[in-house]
């Protein structure tokens, strides 16, 4: 089991963002420099948490990516959810209908066991990740590293 | 993100050795045709639950598989981590160490936050698994079940 590398890559533009002041844009081009990524591959995730109401996209000369909302309103999971998805790591197949002792269909009303025990993983993962904000992330950052990314959005602002 | 179908076959197998008495054996066709599985492909599986030492393999002519210890000490856990891995979902690739505006490695002592927040979902997503045994999961199951399992596995014990 595997998260996209994408995961690591939008949480820190949402929290290179989250450093800017207030409705700070950045380009794709700013974005994927400020970590050295490959821009081709980050647009996608970009469009994906475009999509998910994570960023806003503004179009035209000055024209890129900003949050969608303030950045303690958005947490770790909403950015994660934009990447990988809502649905859950553990697919059950209903194998105990199947087979030479396969359960009747009418005798399977409940969810089976380990089905649910395996969600039950699934959301604790989830809730951990609800638990902490791109904001909190951003605040936490040391003052220089902070005083850098300001810098950078600042003199990268599209014009 | 996903987990190999092998998590929910292996889960299941254990879970109906654990139904017969204590040092049930069956061999692979009897576990696979229990749950109709593709014989071939579970043998993989059988082999990695063996190696993390979930299963234990007995040779000969009533070779088979038994589970290595009571099923009240073997954790869902011990059985996803036999299939997938211990490896945790996110890897951090140090991103914040490229790109225009790179943090020097000197100043990364502490690991990323970003990394620490997947970690501590990634540590709570074992720690529900952790939670759970295959023996209880065994007894949970309906008297008929049980019943029908017991059975099946007499009828097929390796001559
Ligand atoms: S039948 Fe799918 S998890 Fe049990
Ligand atoms: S540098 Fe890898 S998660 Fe932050």
């Avoid at 947490?75 to 553990?90: C, I, M, N, R, Y």
């Avoid at 030479?100 to 025990?117: K, Y």
Wanted: net charge positive; hydrophobic share 40%; proline share 5%.
């Amino acid at each position: 089991m595997k998260l996209s590398q994408g995961v690591e890559w939008s949480v820190h533009c949402a929290v290179l963002l989250a450093q800017g002041p207030p409705g700070t844009v950045a380009s794709r081009r700013t974005l994927a420099g400020f970590y050295g990524l490959p821009e081709a591959y980050l647009a996608k995730h970009l469009k994906s948490l475009v999509r998910s109401g994570v960023l806003h996209a503004t179009s035209g000369p000055r024209g890129g990516f900003r949050l969608a909302r303030p950045a303690a309103e958005i947490t770790v999971l909403d950015v994660v959810e934009a990447v990988e998805g809502e649905a859950s790591a553990f697919v059950c197949t209903e194998i105990r209908q199947r087979g030479v002792c396969a359960i009747p269909a009418e005798q399977c009303v409940r969810r089976c066991t380990v089905d649910r025990i395996m969600q039950d993983a699934d959301d604790a993962w989830r809730e951990s990740l609800r638990g902490r904000t791109i904001g909190e992330i951003a605040r936490g950052l040391s003052p220089e590293v902070r005083e850098r990314s300001r810098g950078y959005l600042a003199e990268n602002r599209p014009a």
